[in-house]
């Protein structure tokens, strides 16, 4: 058993950790939307004006900070009057991205905004660049947010929304680079700047403007949009996927993976660290103030689906594995919050790394969801100054640090600490040691989340498999922890 080494100045704050890191993001994709939110009032699931009561209720316990709607590349096909006014009369399409499937837009705007009421959280509404109009983008804005006379405001109405609603978030397109247009950075840029220019502000609603940025390692994208669009927009997105294998030919399972892709996973994982150093540079050249947000908001694990799904679909299983992707995330996030304000785990239900399963009446939580709730406490804390000294985990020639820490103070003076630690054959022990506390004698509240095989994952039939326990592992001495890990672990402690 080795030792690791955490030093935190409790005393010490670097930045503020925006709640909206932990946002998320829910594509009409597969069985996110229907199915997984969405069930309509004559469900025979129990339901709240159509959205299905367990799911929002494990949503409410992890207080989920804001939701990315309605895309992903179903954006930039979709033109949101098709999801507006009676059932009947809304058009039905293919969805020619995901799954070839009949799309009959139940699920539009009002009820997207439904959603977000009832989980007190903020609209993010991704807008059609790549195949819809600056009027259609800036009739979609008035529609939303404007209180008075016009045409739009009268059509809300008509449809059983008097009041506008509150809209803080708007991205301009997405994946233009791709699937969204195939554009060309220089193009894009002058879109982007057209387009911005009539999502206006109404009254006292303030739109928060987010430029479509780069795919993964596309600098010279970063480069190109903050040399002629810096100025009009005040957030530039990023997108990354942690895949095993290959993306366009075997991504890898989600369960019944080799040992190497274990270290290989949580190695991609870790890549983003470099990705957001890297664009930030560029963003520093031409907004050394950093008033423009990094927003990561299309993040987490890419798999081969599930044999026997449909493959347009994206559903996947979820292990430890990808529970300690998000740990990782999360605290590589919090080390650049100065920059990184908004990330969007993709994808909510039922696709991707998402935090809940549904299967019909049934509904689970992924580990990656126990993350999530887990690491909460950090929502709107500050930052603390710390420095890890940790032991190095090797495997089929690979290394990386084996455990990742990160460290904040809430509002009410409590520190909490989190540590993912990625090897999953051996525990370790940590010695954590806290200063710039004022109190000599401290209380700690601590919980664990592990599992005894590396693919372990919740099922319908056993779906407590992977589920945080109270963690007393530890032993304190004044000022100082020690704490031991078990192998392939998350663990979050309360200080106070």
């Given at each position: 058993?080795?030792?690791?080494?955490?030093?935190?100045?409790?005393?010490?704050?670097?930045?503020?950790?925006?709640?909206?890191?932990?946002?998320?993001?829910?594509?009409?994709?597969?069985?996110?939307?229907?199915?997984?939110?969405?069930?309509?009032?004559?469900?025979?699931?129990?339901?709240?004006?159509?959205?299905?009561?367990?799911?929002?209720?494990?949503?409410?316990?992890?207080?989920?900070?804001?939701?990315?709607?309605?895309?992903?590349?179903?954006?930039?096909?979709?033109?949101?009057?098709?999801?507006?006014?009676?059932?009947?009369?809304?058009?039905?399409?293919?969805?020619?991205?995901?799954?070839?499937?009949?799309?009959?837009?139940?699920?539009?705007?009002?009820?997207?905004?439904?959603?977000?009421?009832?989980?007190?959280?903020?609209?993010?509404?991704?807008?059609?660049?790549?195949?819809?109009?600056?009027?259609?983008?800036?009739?979609?804005?008035?529609?939303?947010?404007?209180?008075?006379?016009?045409?739009?405001?009268?059509?809300?109405?008509?449809?059983?929304?008097?009041?506008?609603?509150?809209?803080?978030?708007?991205?301009?397109?997405?994946?233009?680079?791709?699937?969204?247009?195939?554009?060309?950075?220089?193009?894009?840029?002058?879109?982007y700047r057209r387009f911005q220019t009539y999502v206006r502000n109404y009254g006292d609603n303030k739109v928060f403007k987010i430029a479509c940025g780069p795919?993964?390692?596309?600098?010279?994208?970063?480069?190109?949009?903050?040399r002629e669009a810096h100025q009009f927009m005040d957030g530039l997105s990023l997108h990354y996927y942690t895949i095993p294998g290959e993306f366009w030919t075997?991504?890898?399972?989600?369960?019944?993976?080799?040992?190497?892709?274990?270290?290989?996973?949580?190695?991609?994982?870790?890549?983003?660290?470099?990705?957001?150093?890297?664009?930030?540079?560029?963003?520093?050249?031409?907004?050394?103030?950093?008033?423009?947000?990094?927003?990561?908001?299309?993040?987490?694990?890419?798999?081969?689906?599930?044999?026997?799904?449909?493959?347009?679909?994206?559903?996947?299983?979820?292990?430890?594995r990808d529970a300690l992707v998000a740990a990782l995330s999360f605290n590589i996030f919090h080390d650049h919050s100065d920059r990184v304000r908004m990330a969007?785990?993709?994808?909510?239900?039922?696709?991707?790394?998402?935090?809940?399963?549904?299967?019909?009446?049934?509904?689970?939580?992924?580990?990656?969801?126990?993350?999530?709730?887990?690491?909460?406490?950090?929502?709107?804390?500050?930052?603390?100054?710390?420095?890890?000294?940790?032991?190095?985990?090797?495997?089929?020639?690979?290394?990386?640090?084996?455990?990742?820490?990160?460290?904040?103070?809430?509002?009410?003076?409590?520190?909490?600490?989190?540590?993912?630690?990625?090897?999953?054959?051996?525990?370790?022990?940590?010695?954590?040691?806290?200063?710039?506390?004022?109190?000599?004698?401290?209380?700690?509240?601590?919980?664990?989340?592990?599992?005894?095989?590396?693919?372990?994952?919740?099922?319908?039939?056993?779906?407590?498999?992977?589920?945080?326990?109270?963690?007393?592992?530890?032993?304190?001495?004044?000022?100082?922890?020690?704490?031991?890990?078990?192998?392939?672990?998350?663990?979050?402690?309360?200080?106070?």
């Amino acid at each position: 058993m080795s030792t690791n080494h955490l030093i935190i100045n409790g005393d010490q704050t670097l930045s503020h950790i925006d709640r909206q890191i932990y946002g998320h993001f829910s594509e009409h994709l597969g069985r996110c939307i229907y199915e997984g939110l969405w069930v309509g009032e004559d469900s025979p699931i129990e339901n709240t004006k159509g959205i299905r009561n367990d799911v929002l209720e494990a949503l409410k316990e992890i207080k989920v900070p804001g939701l990315r709607w309605p895309g992903g590349c179903f954006a930039d096909e979709y033109h949101w009057k098709d999801g507006i006014g009676p059932n009947e009369n809304r058009k039905r399409m293919i969805n020619t991205h995901w799954g070839g499937v009949v799309e009959n837009n139940h699920f539009g705007t009002h009820e997207f905004m439904q959603l977000c009421e009832l989980l007190d959280c903020e609209p993010i509404i991704c807008g059609n660049v790549g195949s819809g109009t600056v009027q259609e983008m800036s009739e979609w804005v008035e529609y939303m947010t404007f209180e008075g006379i016009s045409p739009m405001a009268e059509l809300r109405a008509e449809n059983g929304r008097e009041n506008p609603w509150k809209l803080k978030y708007f991205g301009v397109g997405n994946e233009n680079w791709g699937c969204g247009g195939n554009m060309r950075p220089e193009y894009y840029a002058d879109l982007y700047r057209r387009f911005q220019t009539y999502v206006r502000n109404y009254g006292d609603n303030k739109v928060f403007k987010i430029a479509c940025g780069p795919n993964v390692d596309d600098y010279r994208w970063t480069e190109v949009l903050m040399r002629e669009a810096h100025q009009f927009m005040d957030g530039l997105s990023l997108h990354y996927y942690t895949i095993p294998g290959e993306f366009w030919t075997q991504k890898g399972s989600a369960t019944a993976f080799p040992e190497n892709e274990w270290i290989t996973t949580l190695k991609k994982a870790q890549r983003i660290d470099e990705l957001i150093t890297r664009h930030s540079a560029i963003m520093d050249q031409y907004d050394p103030q950093k008033r423009v947000s990094l927003i990561v908001d299309e993040w987490g694990t890419w798999y081969d689906v599930e044999p026997g799904t449909n493959p347009g679909f994206l559903y996947q299983q979820n292990t430890i594995r990808d529970a300690l992707v998000a740990a990782l995330s999360f605290n590589i996030f919090h080390d650049h919050s100065d920059r990184v304000r908004m990330a969007n785990i993709a994808q909510m239900v039922n696709v991707l790394q998402s935090v809940i399963l549904t299967e019909g009446e049934k509904m689970l939580l992924t580990p990656t969801y126990h993350v999530f709730n887990m690491y909460k406490v950090h929502q709107d804390a500050q930052l603390l100054q710390f420095n890890l000294d940790s032991e190095t985990f090797e495997s089929d020639g690979l290394s990386m640090k084996a455990v990742s820490a990160t460290a904040s103070r809430d509002a009410a003076g409590k520190i909490n600490i989190s540590l993912a630690h990625v090897n999953p054959a051996q525990s370790t022990t940590v010695t954590i040691d806290l200063r710039g506390l004022v109190q000599d004698s401290l209380t700690i509240t601590a919980t664990e989340l592990t599992a005894d095989v590396m693919d372990a994952h919740n099922t319908f039939d056993t779906p407590d498999r992977v589920a945080p326990t109270a963690y007393m592992n530890y032993t304190v001495n004044g000022t100082e922890l020690t704490l031991t890990l078990s192998p392939m672990s998350v663990t979050a402690l309360t200080v106070e």
